[in-house]
């Protein structure tokens, strides 16, 4: 049995070990592409929103903030358009209706929004930014701890990504997620190893065509 235990504990320091290294290594190459201030904030035509939970009909509090810095961004002319991404996988949670309707009360033209209806992770968002709707060059919108990761992802697949903190205020449980994303950061490395593709693709949405604002449009 001590073998084992020896063995166990082993893989367990070269697991934390890598943990560290991996977050260590997609943090140091991407701090520099985060900003916190508008004031010279490079312009970006699209800008995405990633999804971050949501109560009945309205964003909880991690994605009312996004929504808002989106929107600042964009009344302030910083991007031209917005692509929604989130879960929308049931009928009785539906992040995308509330994220669009929302951006909608608050003043961002219809079809200047794009809706992503299957950026079930990070991951999927930013896949599906390169390989759906073609985006080459982006404002990655969400708040600070979620950013590095999001702008690593988007640079592997080739999206020229800088971000914009969403940060306000303070937030439940924002240590937990904190801490949450050096595994999630973990994982998303070996994503972009291996190029994962996410299981919903679909027909090609042109970001400079006509936006598929409608519900009843899910390609």
């Not at 235990?5 to 934390?16: A, D, Q, R, V, W």
């Not at 291996?194 to 604002?213: Q, T």
């Amino acid at each position: 049995m001590k073998k084992y235990f020896k063995i166990l504990f082993y893989l367990s320091i070269i697991g934390f070990i890598s943990i560290i290294a991996v977050n260590w290594y997609v943090k140091s190459s991407t701090k520099k592409q985060i900003y916190y201030s508008i004031k010279k904030f490079p312009k970006n035509d699209v800008g995405i929103i990633f999804g971050a939970g949501i109560n009945g009909d309205q964003p909880g509090k991690y994605l009312k903030d996004r929504l808002d810095a989106g929107i600042v961004l964009y009344k302030a002319k910083r991007i031209n358009k917005i692509l929604l991404s989130g879960d929308n996988g049931r009928d009785e949670y539906d992040e995308l209706t509330v994220m669009k309707n929302y951006c909608y009360r608050n003043g961002v033209d219809t079809t200047k929004i794009f809706i992503d209806y299957a950026g079930f992770d990070t991951y999927s968002t930013m896949y599906r930014a390169k390989h759906i709707f073609k985006i080459s060059k982006a404002t990655l919108i969400s708040q600070e701890y979620h950013l590095n990761r999001a702008i690593y992802i988007g640079k592997s697949l080739g999206i020229k990504s800088v971000g914009f903190s969403a940060n306000k205020g303070k937030y439940r449980g924002y240590t937990y997620v904190t801490f949450r994303e050096y595994l999630s950061t973990f994982k998303c490395f070996f994503d972009v190893v291996r190029n994962r593709e996410p299981h919903f693709l679909g027909h090609p949405i042109n970001i400079n065509g006509p936006s598929n604002y409608s519900k009843d449009d899910k390609r």
